[in-house]
């Protein structure tokens, strides 16, 4: 049994940045430190961040007045940001940049008198900080069937964006929707899909076809690392997704002659190692890494 390694896969800029930054507060100010949201959407990088004396939180309201917040890669809404600023916390913001490139252009489109559709998924911290960048006149889609069903004021003034870590294939078929139903609509000057996510993604398309089986590492509330999964199994390999070594169940293996192996852009890369590891105690002999795309 083979084992083949996408090329790029795991940490991105953004996510390294994030972790950074709330070390700097850590060392800063010391314990505890405060966190809205996960900093990024790994289990083990989560955990690693708490023994250090980090405290995920939910709301401000849970954060004692006064005290150290950081905010997650994923962004937060205009009211989160007041909010802070009312209360006397000393905020550290670790937004993503390419996150924060998408609230410029919200704002930017609704100063110029645009409704502005948000392609992403209900309920993900980023889509909650991206449509919280203005108080009305933003709406939500999350497929093309919604596009469908949208209701606007002014079908010929509309702009879209998109959360930065969705399905390349699948955002494009929503943006394609948009187009036909609202042949007026603009969209940003380059896409909101990040890079990372972009590469990701094409890595695993030549990843896919390659192999019997590809295991993808990251934590189950990974929006890119699920889209990383999606992709794998839409480009001919079965699929799973771990947040650990220990969850590789050698059923999966039986019959496989190559295994594929990438990792979300918030996992790291010593996870990567375990799944290799552990693979090797299950039969992996070879292991290879793809040219980088």
């Known amino acids: 049994m083979d084992v083949l390694l996408a090329n790029p896969r795991g940490f991105c800029a ?41 405290i995920f939180v939910d709301e401000l ?100 964006v998109t959360q930065t870590t969705l399905s390349i294939d699948d955002a494009a078929a929503v943006v394609a929707a948009l187009r036909r139903r609202f042949p007026d609509i603009i969209g940003p000057k380059k896409d909101d899909i990040c890079y990372a996510t972009q590469n990701r993604q094409d890595a695993v398309r030549l990843l896919g076809p390659q192999c019997d089986l590809v295991i993808v590492v990251g934590s189950p509330n990974s929006s890119n690392s699920n889209r990383l999964r999606e992709v794998a199994a839409r480009h001919g390999a079965s699929a799973h997704m771990i947040d650990r070594a220990e969850e590789i169940r050698p059923e999966w293996l039986a019959d496989k002659r190559r295994i594929g192996i990438t990792a979300g852009a918030s996992a790291p890369e010593v996870l990567v190692q375990e799944v290799i590891a552990r693979l090797k105690t299950l039969g992996a002999a070879n292991i290879s890494e793809l040219t980088g795309v």
């Not at 709330?22 to 690693?48: K, M, S, T």
């Open 14 to 54: 953004g996510v390294d940045r994030a972790i950074a930054i709330v070390e700097q507060a850590l060392a800063q100010f010391g314990a505890p430190i405060y966190v809205r949201h996960e900093v990024v959407h790994n289990r083990f990088v989560v955990e690693g961040l708490q023994r250090k004396g980090a």
């Open 61 to 160: 309201a849970d954060i004692p007045s006064g005290s150290t917040v950081v905010f997650s890669a994923h962004g937060v809404s205009r009211a989160v940001r007041a909010e802070a600023e009312r209360r006397g916390l000393r905020v550290f913001d670790a937004t993503c940049p390419l996150v924060t490139k998408v609230h410029v252009e919200v704002v930017k489109m609704r100063e110029l008198g645009r409704e502005v559709v948000m392609i992403g998924h209900a309920g993900h911290p980023e889509v909650e900080g991206t449509m919280g960048q203005a108080s009305e006149g933003i709406y939500l889609v999350e497929s093309s069937a919604e596009v469908e069903r949208l209701e606007v004021r002014d079908p010929t003034n509309l702009a879209y």
